[in-house]
């Protein structure tokens, strides 16, 4: 009998650490393009067609809520058909949408243009990179899915001001079109290329048993308390978070006016690299469920310095603690559920945690919005925060297996 070598994941030369990089890549435009830059779009559409914010935003919204409903099938699709098939969809249609995003002229066609753009996102984004690392990866691949994330904040850190750079220079319609076609020559010969399955997967393929189908995984999870612990205390967590990180300029900006409150915001997204980058080293040997519980309390601390001072330097120093939990927030539960359940399930659970989390924190910038409009200021809103990160990090220690 031949048996089929150990991949060697901890050296450089193992052919996995080619596909971080790829993903790195691919994250940094379905970030740029799918995430950040729908601030960009918004502002930029408003101006050009004179449409309400709102009527923008909402469409934002069913942007977000489709690209989840699509993520929980992430695993599925890449069952079918593949990684590299997956991501190329992806990319193929994040690039139309942004294409067509540039040539609209009703309100109507932004929703169709954003359905594409969710599709996109499902296919470029957290899902399918997490799916595609775990073919690759086991004992390192918390290390391996941080620093392909870390492309997510870098689509924001240089995302929107290229956007931005191309619009004045080439406006909304260049734009979009030059960013679409940077996408589709530099992405997808890099996947096509790069991204394969592994040998010792596809030899490993004949031998397994059959494994459970996706419809009875995604059954099986939401009636156990492990999966149900840790999916709603990171959906608490992102809530706050994204409703936190939306609304940081418009508190800020009274406070220490808009040039530092801009500083304030690169500090958060540098100190989320940060925080990434250095926990990725040792994150595969920790408890991830207590280094999650300690990341939402430092969010807590973090939002109370910020609700009780006026000092320019603490309010930095608090975005900056705030920060260097935010990216490990996106790769933690993808790093709980390989420990905790079967290898077979992982691309299924992945994939329905980050619908959950998705649809949940969706709603958090509307929610503080809301808040902050009955009661006149950001105190109550950001303690109500504060409140669901303490409750979020007692619930992600509820665990009733142990493994």
Same mark, same amino acid.
């Given at each position: 009998?031949?048996?089929?070598?150990?991949?060697?994941?901890?050296?450089?030369?193992?052919?996995?650490?080619?596909?971080?990089?790829?993903? *790195?890549?691919?994250?940094? *435009?379905?970030?740029? !393009?799918?995430?950040?830059?729908?601030?960009?779009?918004?502002?930029?559409?408003?101006?050009?067609?004179?449409?309400?914010? @709102?009527?923008?935003?909402?469409?934002?919204? *069913? *942007?977000?809520?489709?690209?989840?409903?699509?993520?929980?099938?992430?695993?599925?699709?890449?069952?079918?058909?593949?990684?590299?098939?997956?991501?190329?969809?992806?990319?193929?249609?994040?690039? !139309?949408?942004?294409?067509?995003? #540039?040539?609209?002229?009703?309100?109507?066609?932004?929703?169709?243009?954003?359905?594409?753009?969710?599709?996109?996102?499902?296919?470029?984004?957290?899902? /399918?990179?997490?799916?595609?690392? #775990? !073919?690759?990866?086991?004992?390192?691949? #918390?290390? /391996?899915?941080?620093?392909?994330?870390?492309?997510?904040?870098?689509?924001?850190?240089?995302?929107?001001?290229?956007? +931005?750079?191309?619009?004045?220079?080439?406006?909304?319609?260049?734009?979009?079109?030059?960013?679409?076609?940077?996408?589709?020559?530099?992405?997808?010969?890099? +996947?096509?290329?790069?991204?394969?399955?592994?040998?010792?997967?596809?030899?490993?393929?004949?031998?397994?048993?059959?494994?459970?189908? @996706?419809?009875?995984?995604?059954?099986?999870?939401?009636?156990?308390?492990?999966?149900?612990?840790?999916?709603?205390?990171?959906?608490?967590?992102?809530?706050?978070?994204?409703?936190?990180?939306?609304?940081?300029?418009?508190?800020?900006?009274?406070?220490?006016?808009?040039?530092?409150?801009?500083?304030?915001?690169?500090?958060?997204?540098?100190?989320?690299?940060?925080?990434?980058?250095?926990?990725?080293? +040792?994150?595969?040997?920790?408890?991830?469920?207590?280094?999650?519980?300690?990341?939402?309390? @430092?969010?807590?601390?973090? $939002?109370?310095?910020?609700?009780?001072?006026?000092?320019?330097?603490?309010?930095?120093?608090?975005?900056?603690?705030?920060?260097?939990?935010?990216?490990?927030?996106?790769?933690?539960?993808?790093?709980?559920?390989?420990?905790?359940?079967?290898?077979?399930?992982?691309?299924?659970?992945?994939?329905?945690?980050?619908?959950?989390?998705?649809?949940?924190?969706?709603?958090?910038?509307?929610?503080?919005? $809301?808040?902050?409009?009955?009661?006149? @200021?950001?105190?109550?809103?950001?303690?109500?925060?504060?409140?669901?990160?303490?409750?979020?990090?007692?619930?992600?220690?509820?665990?009733?297996?142990?493994?």
């Amino acid at each position: 009998m031949v048996t089929t070598p150990t991949p060697d994941e901890t050296s450089f030369r193992y052919h996995g650490w080619r596909i971080v990089a790829v993903c *790195f890549i691919v994250a940094t *435009f379905g970030w740029g !393009l799918g995430f950040y830059g729908q601030s960009v779009y918004l502002a930029e559409l408003a101006r050009l067609h004179g449409w309400p914010s @709102s009527q923008i935003a909402t469409a934002t919204t *069913f *942007f977000y809520l489709a690209g989840a409903l699509l993520v929980a099938f992430v695993g599925d699709v890449i069952r079918a058909i593949g990684a590299r098939a997956c991501l190329l969809g992806g990319i193929a249609a994040m690039a !139309l949408g942004t294409v067509l995003l #540039g040539r609209i002229d009703a309100p109507w066609q932004l929703y169709a243009v954003d359905a594409i753009l969710a599709v996109g996102w499902a296919g470029t984004s957290l899902g /399918a990179i997490t799916n595609t690392l #775990g !073919l690759w990866f086991d004992r390192r691949r #918390g290390m /391996a899915i941080s620093l392909a994330l870390n492309g997510a904040s870098f689509g924001g850190i240089a995302g929107v001001p290229v956007l +931005v750079a191309l619009i004045g220079a080439l406006g909304f319609t260049g734009a979009t079109t030059a960013a679409a076609i940077a996408a589709v020559v530099l992405l997808m010969p890099l +996947v096509a290329v790069v991204v394969a399955p592994p040998l010792h997967l596809v030899s490993a393929a004949a031998a397994a048993p059959r494994a459970l189908s @996706s419809g009875a995984i995604r059954s099986g999870a939401l009636r156990d308390l492990d999966f149900l612990t840790a999916t709603i205390a990171f959906s608490l967590v992102l809530l706050a978070q994204v409703g936190f990180i939306v609304h940081l300029i418009a508190y800020l900006d009274p406070l220490i006016g808009r040039e530092r409150a801009a500083v304030a915001m690169s500090l958060l997204t540098a100190m989320a690299v940060v925080g990434r980058v250095s926990l990725s080293v +040792v994150i595969d040997r920790l408890n991830q469920r207590l280094v999650s519980a300690l990341s939402f309390a @430092s969010q807590a601390v973090a $939002l109370g310095v910020l609700i009780s001072t006026r000092d320019a330097t603490l309010l930095l120093v608090a975005c900056a603690l705030f920060g260097f939990s935010v990216g490990n927030l996106i790769t933690l539960p993808s790093l709980i559920i390989q420990r905790e359940f079967p290898t077979s399930s992982f691309g299924v659970l992945v994939a329905l945690n980050t619908a959950i989390n998705q649809v949940t924190y969706a709603f958090g910038p509307g929610v503080i919005g $809301l808040l902050r409009d009955a009661s006149g @200021s950001y105190t109550l809103p950001f303690t109500g925060c504060i409140a669901l990160q303490l409750a979020a990090a007692a619930l992600i220690m509820v665990r009733l297996r142990r493994r």
